[in-house]
Structure formats: C-alpha cells, structure tokens
C-alpha cells in the first residue's frame, strides 16, 4: 500500500498514541497485521508501529498472492510505462532517458538483443547501461524476436538471454504464450511481464491516440508501446503524466535504490520482485 498523506506511525492503533515518526506522502508500506478500528501495522526504516488506514490506498494485489504475467514486477499503484523493440536513433533515445530521469519517472525498457547489436555497433554505445545508469529498467524482449510459442523450451531460453541482457524478465514478443513459452524462460530463471494495457501505437500510428490510450491506464497498470512509435519521446510522455495525474494516477518513479530516497541509482540486473516505483 502507499501513502496518501504525510503519516504519522504511531506506537499503537489509535490517533492518541504516541508518533514513533512521520512517514512521508507517496512511501510503499508492507502491511503485517490489521487492527479491528481498520488501522494497519507496518514497519518503515526499520521501525514498527500503526497507520491510520484513511491515509493509504492498498494495492488491487497483495504481494502474497500469485505471481499475475501482466502486472509483472509492479505491485504498486503507480502506472509504468514499458517499451519495446528499438528506437529509431540515439538522440531521440537520449532525449527519453534525459527526460525521464529529470521528471523521476521509471520506465520499462525491453530491447531485442538485435537492436542492442545495432547501437553497439553503429555507435559503439550499449543502450541498455545507459539507461540503468539513468535509474530505468531493462529486461529482456529476446534476442531476434520470434514468436516463441514455436520454439522448443531450449531455443527460446537461449533467445531470451542471448543479447547481452542477463536479467531476470522478459517480455515473450507479441505476448504470445505457450507452454514451450513458459519452459523456457524457466529455464532461463526468467519470470514472465506481458502488461495490462496496450496502446497498439503500432497499429493505430498516431500520437495523439497512443497518449489517449495510455493515459487511460489505472493505478498500478503496466502500459505497452513501442520505442520506434509516438509514445516514446518527452513530449508524449508528459503528456501521459499529465492525464494521469489529472486522476490521481502517478508514473513509477526513477531508481533511487531500494528506499526510494537520494539520488537516482542505476538500476540492478535482476529486477526486484517488485519494484520500488
Ligand atoms: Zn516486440
């Protein structure tokens, strides 16, 4: 659950106790136990005590519950926003990363192992570090991009950690999912991260609906584009965090290691279980 307000956790589970401290607005909270009167037992910076529950919102899946492919690493109720395949050159790449960083906003980014070739090799850059370097996370979306479901368990996780991305998820390209699908990115020790929400900026090709749809999004939402189409610049991401916010919704913010404080931190290979947005 997370913070709507500045909160005070106290030693016991009414507002007459007394404040062990004030946890800030927007902080994750892991609830332990439920009082009666509804308020929550937490620990926070390694202190425990109670919260008001009128000042947290929960999220629609506690991290016990099963693991779901399409809300993936994001238990929170802030909204990420992923994309796929390959940009169209390293300027506009730069711009999105620069931008995202400045704003603290975190991005899903899931290059094929070909489209990291490509950089490396066109400008001696790995795309992939230089956005962890900037605070967002990569995962893997393999390496040429086949529909894996026509694999064998073998050749699909060989596709998913060829390409220099050893991470723990991946995005089966097209979503597309099987049981070969499945055993191989167990093989690989990968989990699987679909999304929840797709703009089909591939299809639609226009910026203003590809903003519309991914502004549509709810909290805790994964949002699919495509890093070749018109979501995928500052300006259409601002636009998305405007509407977004118009609603109450946030954007997963950018890595600032595991206490969401300081500065943005380069995000690690393996993806927590689920991410400090
Ligand atoms: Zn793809």
């Known amino acids: 659950m997370e913070t709507t307000a500045a909160l005070n956790l106290r030693k016991s589970a009414n507002a007459n106790s007394k404040v062990v401290l004030t946890i800030p607005r927007g902080s994750l909270l892991s609830p332990l136990q439920r009082a009666t009167n509804g308020w929550y037992k937490v620990k ?20 016990s ?40 906003i975190g991005l899903v980014i899931a290059p094929t192992g070909n489209c990291l070739k490509k950089f490396k090799k066109k400008y001696g850059v790995d795309i992939a570090e230089m956005a962890r370097a900037k605070g967002q996370w990569i995962i893997s979306h393999t390496a040429t991009h086949p529909d894996m479901r026509a694999l064998s368990c073998a050749a699909g996780a060989k596709e998913l950690t060829r390409g220099g991305i050893a991470t723990n998820v991946g995005r089966p390209p097209y979503g597309a ?6 055993c191989a990115f167990k093989k690989a ?47 259409s991401i601002a636009q998305i965090r405007d509407r977004l916010g118009k609603k109450k919704v946030n954007l997963c913010r950018a890595y600032r290691g595991a206490d969401g404080h300081g500065a943005i931190k380069k995000t690690p290979l393996n993806l927590p279980k689920s991410l400090p947005c």
């Open 44 to 63: 926070y910076k390694s202190r425990t005590g109670w919260v008001s529950h009128k000042f947290v919102v929960t999220l629609e899946q506690a991290p």
């Open 65 to 104: 519950q099963k693991f779901d492919v399409h809300r993936g690493h994001n238990r929170t109720n802030r909204v990420i926003l992923t994309y796929d395949d390959c940009p169209l050159n390293l300027k506009g790449y730069k711009s999105v990363l620069d931008y995202a960083a400045g704003r603290n």
């Open 177 to 182: 999912i099987n049981d070969n699908v499945r």
């Open 189 to 235: 020790h990968m989990s699987i991260w679909t999304w929840t929400r797709t703009t089909r900026d591939m299809d639609v090709k226009s910026k203003k609906i590809t903003i519309s749809r991914a502004a549509a999004a709810g909290r805790g939402e994964t949002v699919l584009m495509h890093m070749h189409w018109y979501g995928f610049s500052p300006n």
